[in-house]
């Protein structure tokens, strides 16, 4: 099955400062990758999906890439605020999804 | 402002004990996926359904865990008996008919004493 490997585990910034969230996957069918936004005491949230028929896809501060061939994509949140303080998680799979470890992100004011 | 529902929010129980969770998932979505969350194994899938027809359960232990859809608005996991080891949350998250998102609800805490 899919394997999906996530890095940092944890990862502090200063507001404003850019974070990025690397994951990898092991299943060159794969072809869905989520990322969720998970907060203390809530379920995950979805907040931006790409397809593995495209590079890139943005939406306002928070952008993803992917690169089928290295079976690389990352998260790129821009101009960071307190409020993006949370656990963020990366996905893939084909009819199904595995989810990555969680990386704790911490917005440092 | 459409949402899955999970019942109950918080359930402790003592081992040997049957649980059952709940879950509405949004009206119009048509699959319905069940998580476990622990801090070990993070988020792993346990079973999903789709237009009511279990497609995958080949995560969840089969001697104790049955997840059913008994109509379109109502999602069940079961466990029986409970043991410690099941301890943890459980989320219900539903998707969109054609769509690959899934929403997911705000979970089970589940404490199995």
């Known amino acids: 099955g899919e394997n999906v490997e996530q890095h940092p585990s944890t990862l502090s910034v200063q507001e404003g400062d850019s974070a990025v969230i690397k994951c990898t996957y092991s299943?060159?069918?794969?072809?869905?990758f989520p990322w969720y936004k998970q907060e203390l005491g809530k379920g995950p949230q979805l907040i931006i999906d790409?397809?593995?028929?495209?590079g890139e896809k943005k939406d306002q501060r928070i952008a993803v890439t992917l690169n089928k061939t290295a079976k690389h994509f990352s998260l790129h949140i821009t101009e960071t605020q307190p409020e993006d303080s949370a656990v963020y998680f990366c996905?893939?799979?084909?009819?199904?999804?595995?989810f990555g470890t969680g990386t704790k992100l911490q917005v440092i004011p | 402002d459409a949402r899955v529902t999970q019942t109950p929010r918080h359930k402790v129980t003592e081992m040997g004990q049957e649980v059952t969770m709940r879950c509405q998932p949004i009206?119009?979505?048509?699959?319905v996926f069940w998580y476990r969350q622990t801090m070990m194994q993070g988020l792993e899938l346990l079973a999903y359904?789709?237009?009511?027809?279990?497609?995958?359960d080949s995560g969840m232990p089969k001697d104790r865990f049955s997840a059913e859809m008994p109509d379109a608005t109502l999602a069940t996991l079961k466990i029986q008996p409970s043991e410690p080891r099941d301890s943890a949350v459980y989320f219900c998250?539903?998707?969109?008919?054609?769509?690959?998102?899934?929403?997911f609800g705000q979970g089970t805490r589940l404490t199995v004493v």
């Open positions: 998250a539903s998707g969109p008919q054609g769509a690959r998102e899934a929403f």
């Open positions: 299943d060159s069918a794969s072809n869905y």
């Open positions: 790409i397809r593995s028929n495209v």
């Open positions: 996905a893939g799979g084909y009819q199904k999804v595995t």
């Open positions: 009206l119009g979505h048509n699959t």
């Open positions: 359904f789709r237009n009511r027809a279990p497609l995958d």
